[in-house]
């Protein structure tokens, strides 16, 4: 089944402690991105990636790093998580930018 | 600045039509998409437009006027099931994609 996956669904934890979002396709996608999608502010894309070794900032990537070592991994991660990151976050792939996106399931990240 | 305005909520009731606007300024266009997106769920694709006119998928339409910079997505039949949030995107040179805020379409019996 062509899917994005997304782990951990659920995430609560405390300022400064490192943690790493993974994401992974199996759609054979040159495409993937991460948003963050907050009440009233709708998707907001941190981090995008046209190809394996190609990062490109999005329009919110302070306090987040991303890696695209392979084409099929996009892990996000928050090197010293704060508060103001509290959010729900989605990862997403496709063919091309301008493609349908097929969105993961979403992880639902508290820090405290 | 690069961003896509749409109306915030919408609402009305089953059987009926409806119609959601979506204006958009970026630099460079490369087409616009439609998302719908229920309560605590991943969005997903419903329509695209790279050219100008109308595509229609079944009870869903998507409309691009390029030279307007405007799009809407129509509705019709309306359903229960349709409540729920809807996204216009665009990818804006440079491979960023922008979505627009949402538009949370609440539908009534």
């Known amino acids: 089944e062509a899917q994005v996956t997304q782990n951990p669904r659920y995430l609560i934890t405390v300022t400064g402690k490192k943690l790493t979002v993974t994401c992974s396709q199996n759609?054979?996608?040159?495409?993937m991105s991460w948003y963050r999608q907050d009440p009233g502010l709708g998707l907001r894309q941190i981090y995008y990636s046209m190809n394996v070794e190609v990062t490109d900032k999005g329009d919110v990537p302070e306090g987040y790093k991303v890696s695209r070592k392979e084409k099929r991994n996009f892990p996000l991660i928050l090197e010293s998580p704060s508060p103001n990151q509290t959010s729900l976050y989605f990862c997403a792939s496709s063919s091309q930018g301008n493609q349908p996106q097929h969105f993961g399931d979403g992880t639902r990240l508290s820090i405290l | 600045g690069q961003s896509l305005e749409q109306p915030s909520e919408v609402t009305a009731v089953e059987g009926a039509i409806v119609q959601i606007n979506c204006t958009y300024q970026t630099s460079g266009f490369y087409g616009l998409s439609w998302y719908q997106q229920h309560d605590g769920g991943a969005p997903t694709f419903l329509s695209y437009?790279?050219?100008?006119g109308l595509e229609e998928t079944g009870r869903f339409s998507s409309f691009l006027s390029r030279s307007d910079s405007y799009g809407y997505l129509l509705l019709q039949e309306l359903q229960m099931k349709d409540s729920a949030s809807y996204f216009c995107a665009t990818l804006a040179q440079g491979g960023k994609l922008i979505f627009g805020q949402g538009t949370e379409l609440s539908v009534k019996p």
């Open positions: 437009n790279a050219l100008d």
């Open positions: 759609m054979n996608h040159e495409y």
